[in-house]
């Protein structure tokens, strides 16, 4: 069955982009597992497109068309993973370009902006994108690109999407959101005004913990074809069985996150009551200081939750006692996982500015999974109380 954007989400995560195979019926895309494709004349590829797999896949390309439906968008371009998708955009750009970046990203993405592409010439200023004004006064007549991450890891900052992308398009730049955090389900960055949605779709997307892999999603037509030049031309191709498994976590999408909103949001208010815990970082909590702007732009607050334990000892002790909640870096997977940022995502971060974005020693970052819910509470509070 085709889809139309008229469409439910629940609806597009199950159908969109997938119609039975043509020669059995299957009713799931089959994993086009080859490099190359038999041409039945010189140069006259089938579909005009099929002459090698770098090139075109039909399994990326239902992957790609679910995943533009359920971000609202007109184009997908499936990367090997979210750092080449997140590259792609920048490869578009020229030496002497200007990005302005939030701060307060995916360590990875920094890492690639600071040692890799500022080394060929592109140039950064990281901002606090809290501050729409930060945005606009970073802002040059060389400026292309403004990159955000809404919400930020760890500490669950927000980004003013629509604001930002007035701030952007009035100084003739693009707007891309790293949505990896929120996903399709709870946040739809093209709706609101960004020109790209960006994710990392090892975690929520695919939800199992089994794949790495990146999608870019955009509606204009020209910047998607300049995207698929990029990865044309530089190669970061997901292989067709993780676009397989992929579209296999995206048709319990709408299942999962909600589960995972509903988790995330008692686990945090559990924790905020908590007496072992001094502060709770979850933008679904009427405390979390931009709780209006999450309300306003978001649907669902996922299962990422940061809390503060005050030291790196009661960190430590939390995370070594916890027996469903597994120590291991990553996210948005059906299993919870728990992990100290100051020690393990974020420990190349010089401390200074580790503890200004507010980073501490005793800070917390939990993945809630969608176990059940009171067996999740009980193994935290029986490693709270150490
Ligand atoms: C994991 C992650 C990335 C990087 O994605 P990979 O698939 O690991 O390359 C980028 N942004 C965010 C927000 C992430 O969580």
Same mark, same amino acid.
């Given at each position: 069955m085709s889809s139309t954007p008229t469409q439910r989400f629940g609806t597009l995560a199950v159908h969109a982009g997938q119609s039975p =195979?043509?020669?059995?019926?299957?009713i799931m895309p089959p994993i086009?597992? +080859?490099?190359t494709y038999v041409q *039945?004349?010189?140069?006259? *590829?089938l579909g005009g497109i099929y002459d090698y797999a770098r090139v075109a896949n039909p399994t990326r390309e239902a992957l790609e068309r679910n995943l533009a439906a359920l971000e609202g968008g007109a184009h997908g371009i499936a990367f090997a993973s979210g750092l080449a998708a997140i590259e792609s955009v920048l490869k578009r750009l020229s030496a002497g370009d200007h990005i302005v970046s939030e701060e307060n990203t995916y360590g990875g993405t920094t890492r690639m902006f600071t040692r890799v592409l500022s080394k060929l010439g592109l140039e950064f200023t990281f901002v606090d994108s809290r501050d729409s004004d930060a945005v606009a006064d970073a802002m040059?007549?060389?400026?292309r690109l403004v990159h955000v991450e809404? !919400?930020?890891? *760890?500490?669950?900052r927000l980004c003013d999407i629509a604001r930002v992308a007035e701030v952007a398009h009035a100084g003739g730049a693009l707007l891309m959101v790293d949505n990896t955090f929120a996903s399709p389900y709870n946040q739809r960055p093209l709706e609101l005004g960004a020109d790209v949605a960006v994710h990392?779709?090892?975690?929520? #997307?695919?939800?199992?913990?089994?794949i790495i892999g990146g999608v870019v999603v955009v509606d204009d037509e020209d910047l998607a074809e300049e995207i698929r030049f990029v990865r044309k031309s530089s190669g970061a191709v997901p292989g067709p069985m993780d676009a397989w498994l992929c579209l296999r976590g995206t048709k319990t999408l709408h299942l999962r996150m909600g589960a995972h909103n509903s988790n995330g949001l008692a686990v945090a208010r559990f924790l905020q009551e908590? !007496?072992? $815990?001094?502060r709770v970082f979850y933008p679904? #909590? *009427?405390?979390? =200081?931009q709780h209006e702007l999450a309300t306003r732009q978001m649907t669902g607050f996922t299962g990422m939750v940061s809390v503060d334990v005050g030291t790196l000892e009661r960190a430590r002790a939390l995370v070594e006692h916890t027996? #469903?909640?597994? #120590?291991? =870096?990553?996210? /948005?997977? $059906?299993e919870s996982l728990v992990s100290v940022p100051s020690l393990m995502?974020?420990?190349? $971060?010089p401390r200074e500015m580790r503890e200004r974005m507010? $980073? +501490?020693? /005793?800070l917390v970052r939990l993945s809630v999974g969608i176990e059940d819910i009171d067996d999740l509470l009980a193994d935290l509070d029986g490693a709270l109380q150490g």
């Amino acid at each position: 069955m085709s889809s139309t954007p008229t469409q439910r989400f629940g609806t597009l995560a199950v159908h969109a982009g997938q119609s039975p =195979e043509a020669t059995t019926g299957a009713i799931m895309p089959p994993i086009f597992q +080859t490099s190359t494709y038999v041409q *039945p004349a010189i140069a006259e *590829p089938l579909g005009g497109i099929y002459d090698y797999a770098r090139v075109a896949n039909p399994t990326r390309e239902a992957l790609e068309r679910n995943l533009a439906a359920l971000e609202g968008g007109a184009h997908g371009i499936a990367f090997a993973s979210g750092l080449a998708a997140i590259e792609s955009v920048l490869k578009r750009l020229s030496a002497g370009d200007h990005i302005v970046s939030e701060e307060n990203t995916y360590g990875g993405t920094t890492r690639m902006f600071t040692r890799v592409l500022s080394k060929l010439g592109l140039e950064f200023t990281f901002v606090d994108s809290r501050d729409s004004d930060a945005v606009a006064d970073a802002m040059t007549p060389r400026t292309r690109l403004v990159h955000v991450e809404t !919400p930020t890891n *760890p500490m669950m900052r927000l980004c003013d999407i629509a604001r930002v992308a007035e701030v952007a398009h009035a100084g003739g730049a693009l707007l891309m959101v790293d949505n990896t955090f929120a996903s399709p389900y709870n946040q739809r960055p093209l709706e609101l005004g960004a020109d790209v949605a960006v994710h990392s779709t090892t975690k929520y #997307l695919n939800g199992h913990s089994d794949i790495i892999g990146g999608v870019v999603v955009v509606d204009d037509e020209d910047l998607a074809e300049e995207i698929r030049f990029v990865r044309k031309s530089s190669g970061a191709v997901p292989g067709p069985m993780d676009a397989w498994l992929c579209l296999r976590g995206t048709k319990t999408l709408h299942l999962r996150m909600g589960a995972h909103n509903s988790n995330g949001l008692a686990v945090a208010r559990f924790l905020q009551e908590h !007496p072992r $815990v001094d502060r709770v970082f979850y933008p679904g #909590l *009427p405390s979390h =200081e931009q709780h209006e702007l999450a309300t306003r732009q978001m649907t669902g607050f996922t299962g990422m939750v940061s809390v503060d334990v005050g030291t790196l000892e009661r960190a430590r002790a939390l995370v070594e006692h916890t027996q #469903l909640f597994q #120590l291991a =870096e990553s996210l /948005g997977g $059906v299993e919870s996982l728990v992990s100290v940022p100051s020690l393990m995502t974020h420990a190349s $971060v010089p401390r200074e500015m580790r503890e200004r974005m507010g $980073v +501490t020693d /005793g800070l917390v970052r939990l993945s809630v999974g969608i176990e059940d819910i009171d067996d999740l509470l009980a193994d935290l509070d029986g490693a709270l109380q150490g």
